[in-house]
């Protein structure tokens, strides 16, 4: 119980900033999950599967709101999809140890990266079509590699070439879903198939991904009401800050200095 009640509040603000802004449940919550000692392959699984039900819920909101463009949508979803399903396929082939410095790293370097663009206007001009493509494909590859990286990756990345802000974020949210989609079955042919031997240890994870659920499904309505009376650059402050901490924690475990 311990363990559901401190993920959901991980999923409550996690998703709160993920819907307003585009970003941060994924990485926010692969980093909680690291932290505690999960693997990175099992985390990134069990973020998955929480974004199942979170990312359904967030894009609804944004489909009623009329904040997606559908044509970028169906643009960036194919690219997504492929590169989500390849980081998986390869997380689940190698050594989890050896995995995680580097994730680690990753999630560190979205958290300044998060913290520099608070300090940038962001201009508002039509999506150029040349970057849609690797923004989507790494997105979808980082994200299933590291649990976390499609928001960040592609929200700033569109939103830095300077496409409107409510269509970026709602159609990201959008896609997002079919990314989790195809991330989550990508790991499940991998333990059927024998690909991923060591999936044993998920159903330890379950409470956290329950949490997870819980505190996103109850957040996804609320994001709207809550970016309006927080200025988006201190909720990119405020993201930044915390996985950057939480990614120094773990680098600072893994030299056993605490």
Not at 46 to 54: Q, S
Not at 168 to 187: D, H, K, Q, W, Y
Not at 244 to 257: E, N, P
Request: hydrophobic share 55%; with cysteine; charged share 10%.
């Amino acid at each position: 119980m311990q363990d559901f009640l401190l993920f959901a509040v991980v999923g409550f603000l996690a998703q709160a900033v993920d819907g307003a802004l585009g970003m941060a449940y994924g990485v926010i919550s692969a980093t909680t999950l690291l932290a505690f000692g999960v693997s990175p392959a099992h985390a990134s699984a069990a973020v998955h599967a929480a974004e199942l039900f979170t990312t359904a819920a967030s894009g609804t909101a944004h489909l009623y709101h009329r904040n997606i463009d559908w044509k970028l949508f169906w643009r960036l979803a194919p690219f997504g999809v492929l590169g989500g399903c390849l980081g998986a396929y390869v997380l689940t082939a190698i050594d989890a140890g050896a995995m995680k410095p580097f994730v680690t790293a990753y999630l560190a370097l979205v958290g300044g990266w998060l913290i520099l663009r608070s300090f940038r206007k962001l201009p508002s001009n039509p999506v150029p079509a040349h970057i849609v493509a690797p923004l989507g494909a790494t997105g979808g590859f980082l994200d299933a590699a590291g649990g976390g990286g499609w928001g960040p990756i592609v929200t700033t990345g569109l939103l830095g070439a300077g496409a409107p802000p409510r269509y970026v974020i709602g159609t990201v949210n959008a896609t997002e879903f079919l990314i989790t989609l195809s991330v989550s079955l990508t790991f499940l042919l991998a333990l059927v198939t024998g690909h991923w031997e060591d999936a044993g240890a998920i159903s330890d994870n379950l409470p956290a991904v329950l949490g997870l659920i819980c505190g996103g499904l109850v957040a996804a309505p609320l994001a709207g009401l809550m970016v309006k009376s927080i200025r988006d650059t201190v909720l990119l402050r405020l993201v930044g800050t915390l996985i950057v901490l939480l990614a120094g924690w773990q680098t600072a475990q893994a030299f056993d200095w605490i």
